[in-house]
């Protein structure tokens, strides 16, 4: 059984950077993914990564800010955040699942609170 485990977030100032990171154990799986979810609105997707990073894919909203990367001896998944803005502020939360599957194992969420 894969468990994701994810750290890294904090306390920002606007314009500001910061790398999650996303340990798991157990077997690599096909997509690690970035979602997240601010208080009172429903969780979003923000990035993803195949195994081969063939396959990479950003929310509209975090496109030029975010990258995501994978240290796959280390199986883990990184989320570099650059730029942040205040509506970045939320949970953020790794997942992952299996080629043409749905998102089936969640981390427990990180918070990223942006201030100025």
């Known amino acids: 059984q894969v468990q994701l485990v994810e750290s890294g977030g904090g306390l920002v100032q606007v314009g500001g950077s910061l790398r999650l990171s996303c340990a798991a154990s157990?077997?690599?799986?096909?997509?690690m993914g970035w979602f997240r979810q601010a208080p009172g609105k429903e969780r979003e997707f923000v990035a993803a990564?195949?195994?081969?990073?063939?396959?990479?894919d950003y929310a509209d909203s975090v496109k030029g800010r975010f990258s995501i990367s994978r240290d796959i001896a280390k199986n883990t998944v990184y989320l570099q955040m650059d730029s942040l803005k205040f509506e970045d502020t939320a949970v953020y939360y790794c997942?992952?699942?299996?080629?043409?599957?749905?998102?089936?194992?969640w981390g427990q969420g990180t918070q990223v609170t942006v201030s100025s």
């Open positions: 997942a992952a699942r299996d080629y043409l599957k749905e998102y089936d194992t």
């Open positions: 157990g077997r690599i799986r096909f997509i």
């Open positions: 990564r195949s195994l081969n990073g063939g396959i990479t």
